[in-house]
C-alpha cells in the first residue's frame, strides 16, 4: 500500500518573551497514528516557529511534500494564521484533507468549520479521534459515529458526541521524537527563562488541573489524570540515553497534586543515577507542596 503523506504543523506567533517549544501535541498525534496504522502514513512535521513562514516558503514546502492530509495545532492568537495557512494548503491542492486541533478549536468548535479550507476540527484530545477520523476516511465511511469532532452535514458545520477523556495515560505511546530534533529550539527563549543545558525537551506527566482559574484553558479537563511513575521514568531513561537530552522540562499544569507519585519517581530517577536537570516552567503548587518533595527534587 502506497504511504499517505501527513503533514503536521504547528502555528507560532510571538507574544511577550516566550519562543517556540517542540510541539508534543503533534508528536503524540504522530505517535497515535503510527500505533493503529504502522508506517501507512509518512509524516513530517512544520513548525512556524522554528521555520520561515512567509507564503513563498509554504508554498515550496507544499509543492516538495505535496501531503494528502494536513493536521494544524493553535491556539486561539494564532488563529489568523491557521485560516491563512489552511486557504494556501487548499489552493495549493483542494483534494488535500485540512484538520484543525489543538486549544483553538476547544473555544471554537464547529464554528471553525465556516472557513471552507478546514474539512475537520477535532476538540480536546486528539490521539483516539484523529485515528477513527483516519480510518472512516480510509474506509470511505461516515464520520458522525467519531466523537470530538467537528465536520460538515449537508454543507453545514455539526458537532459529533464530546469525546471522554482519556483515562488511562499509560496507554499513549511516547511522543514521535524522531520527527524533529528538540536541538534547534534551544536558540529560542523557552518557558522557563534561561537553560543550565545545553538543550532540553518538554515533558507531560499529568493532563488535567482541578483547580478553576477564570484566565486559564479546558482542553484536559478538570480532574488530574497522572501518568504511573514507571511510565514516566521509562520515558525519561529514552530521552535521556537516546536522544541524549541534558535537561528536561516537566509542563504538568500541577506535577506535585500527588505527592507521593512525585517521590516515587524521584526515587526512581535518584536510583537510576542518570544526571540532567530538572526545570518546571509552568510552576509548582507552592500550597499543596510538602517540604520532602523539594528535598527530593533539589
Not at 64 to 69: A, G, R
Not at 91 to 117: K, R
Request: proline content about 6%; some cysteine.
Amino acid at each position: 500500500m502506497k504511504k499517505k503523506r501527513f503533514l503536521l504543523i504547528r502555528t507560532f506567533k510571538l507574544l511577550g518573551a516566550g519562543g517556540p517549544v517542540p510541539p508534543l501535541g503533534l508528536l503524540y498525534i504522530a505517535a497515535a497514528i503510527r500505533k493503529q496504522f504502522g508506517d501507512r502514513y509518512q509524516f513530517k512535521i512544520y513548525d512556524t516557529g522554528t521555520n520561515a513562514s512567509s507564503p513563498e516558503d509554504f508554498s515550496n514546502l507544499l509543492a516538495d511534500f505535496n501531503p494528502h492530509l494536513v493536521g494544524l495545532s493553535s491556539m486561539s492568537c494564532e488563529a489568523d494564521l491557521l485560516h491563512r495557512i489552511a486557504g494556501q494548503i487548499k489552493e495549493h491542492d483542494g483534494n488535500t484533507v485540512v484538520i484543525a486541533g489543538g486549544p483553538h478549536t476547544v473555544v471554537v468548535n464547529e464554528q471553525l468549520l465556516n472557513d471552507q479550507n478546514i474539512d475537520f476540527s477535532v476538540i480536546g484530545e486528539g490521539e483516539r479521534t484523529i485515528v477513527e477520523l483516519l480510518d472512516a476516511l480510509e474506509e470511505e465511511g461516515t464520520v458522525n459515529g467519531v466523537a470530538g469532532l467537528a465536520y460538515r452535514k449537508n454543507g453545514e458545520p455539526a458537532l459529533t458526541n464530546p469525546r471522554n477523556l482519556i483515562e488511562n495515560l499509560d496507554e499513549l505511546p511516547f511522543p514521535a521524537w524522531d520527527l524533529l530534533d528538540p536541538k534547534i529550539y534551544a536558540a529560542y527563549p523557552n518557558w522557563n527563562g534561561e537553560l543550565k543545558e545545553r538543550f532540553y525537551a518538554p515533558l507531560v506527566t499529568t493532563r488535567g488541573c482541578p483547580f478553576h482559574c477564570s484566565y486559564c484553558h479546558n482542553v484536559f479537563g478538570k480532574k488530574v489524570r497522572a501518568r504511573s511513575a514507571e511510565n514516566v521514568f521509562a520515558e525519561i531513561e529514552y530521552l535521556h540515553h537516546t536522544l541524549g537530552v541534558p535537561e528536561i522540562h516537566i509542563i504538568d499544569d500541577v506535577f506535585n497534586f500527588d505527592p507521593e507519585r512525585a517521590k516515587k519517581l524521584c526515587a526512581m530517577i535518584m536510583g537510576s543515577k542518570m544526571q540532567f536537570s530538572f526545570a518546571f516552567p509552568n510552576g509548582l503548587r507552592a500550597d499543596i507542596m510538602e517540604e520532602n518533595l523539594i528535598d527530593d527534587l533539589r
